[in-house]
């Protein structure tokens, strides 16, 4: 691969938003804020003869520090007889969710509008490696969920052996995830660089990823995780939504996004998005396979290869997005009847106990000034 050599020396030096020139930065130590009214639509078709819907909905994290929540409400289209309830409801980690069931709504369609503004807060964490220490027995007993492995996140021996070998002796937390960031990067190519001959999992898992050396977002950060728990290094998924710059106003799925904090002791969690950087890793070419692909899988589109953007995703976040939830393997309330989720970035339906993927779903946005 003919990749740039971006290999930093940290020592001393803290990354901000003011190294970089994108239109998603803003000077040094001032985060940029941006405002969307968003409308998040689902339609489930329910099966003629089904008696009984269970649906969980993805909505936004009201305890991430970076976004604040204004103007939520929820409305509900049923079919006249239909019995439809909903609640807000918690998993074991703590996200919320919309939780509705359904009786009398066979052969019909139940349509669930969530809106909402959206204020949200760039990210910028210092990554300087004195600010931190190696972590103690105490704090990786503290964190042991997020060093655990899960259905998806798994480090296989060959796995283990590639994290060690990237980090080596290395014990400050943000040298060692910065090697393995930079690890990542070489290892990993975006499916959507060349989609006729790269795909995705489909469930973000680490092995795959490894062993493929492609994937999406939650591939990528699927095989980070894994790597980094492997070697005593906490992290754990957010999953949430870019507002992507081209789409405003657009109704569309839109798709989701997911990305990485790793905790570092005296700094906290760390963001990093190592699947976006790599689309700013080197230059390749762009046609109509891939070009509204690559444009689409950015905050704001794409303009070519820059190496203080893949420095910019090494502790900070764009703006652009929306969390819905932090973890996998999420054990929802209540309890489905399949068991955990592998992830809940949109909807989960059960229809009389069995999954179902007869539903749409809709993001719209708009920016506000």
């Given at each position: 691969m003919n990749k740039l050599n971006l290999s930093l020396i940290l020592g001393g030096l803290a990354l901000t938003a003011g190294a970089c020139t994108n239109s998603t930065t803003s000077e040094a130590d001032t985060p940029n804020e941006r405002t969307f009214a968003v409308t998040h639509d689902f339609d489930v078709t329910v099966p003629a003869g089904a008696s009984h819907v269970d649906a969980w909905f993805a909505i936004p994290d009201d305890g991430?520090?970076?976004?604040?929540?204004?103007?939520?409400?929820?409305?509900?289209d049923a079919p006249e007889g239909a019995t439809v309830e909903h609640r807000e409801v918690r998993d074991a980690l703590g996200n919320r969710f919309l939780y509705l069931e359904a009786d009398g709504a066979a052969g019909a369609v139940v349509g669930v509008t969530t809106t909402f503004t959206v204020n949200r807060t760039e990210a910028i964490v210092s990554v300087d490696?004195?600010?931190?220490?190696?972590?103690?027995?105490?704090?990786?007993?503290?964190?042991?969920?997020?060093?655990?492995?899960?259905?998806?996140?798994?480090?296989t021996p060959e796995i283990r052996a590639a994290a060690e070998a990237a980090i080596g002796e290395e014990q400050n937390p943000i040298l060692a995830h910065r090697k393995l960031y930079d690890w990542t990067l070489d290892h990993v190519q975006y499916w959507v660089k060349s989609p006729g001959k790269l795909k995705s999992s489909g469930v973000g898992s680490s092995t795959y990823?490894?062993?493929?050396?492609?994937?999406?977002?939650?591939?990528?950060?699927?095989?980070?995780?894994?790597?980094?728990r492997s070697q005593g290094l906490p992290t754990r998924m957010v999953y949430g939504s870019f507002f992507k710059g081209p789409l405003d106003g657009v109704a569309k799925d839109q798709s989701y996004h997911c990305w990485i904090e790793f905790w570092a002791p005296e700094i906290g969690w760390v963001p990093l998005?190592?699947?976006?950087?790599?689309l700013y890793l080197e230059d390749f070419t762009t046609n109509d396979a891939n070009a509204e692909l690559v444009s689409l899988t950015l905050a704001d589109g794409y303009n070519g290869p820059d190496p203080a953007m893949v420095d910019y995703y090494f502790g900070n976040l764009d703006a652009r997005r929306v969390t819905w939830h932090r973890g996998r393997d999420l054990e929802l309330q209540p309890k489905p009847a399949g068991g955990a989720i592998n992830a809940l970035p949109k909807c989960y339906v059960e229809v009389d106990g069995t999954p179902s993927s007869d539903w749409t779903r809709t993001l719209t946005f708009t920016e506000q000034d």
């Open positions: 991430d520090a970076l976004q604040s929540i204004d103007d939520f409400a929820v409305t509900v490696p004195a600010s931190t220490r190696p972590l103690n027995d105490a704090e990786r007993k503290e964190h042991a969920a997020d060093l655990a492995m899960s259905t998806n996140i798994v480090a990823t490894f062993e493929q050396c492609t994937g999406n977002c939650t591939d990528f950060h699927s095989l980070y995780a894994a790597a980094a998005d190592v699947a976006v950087a790599d």
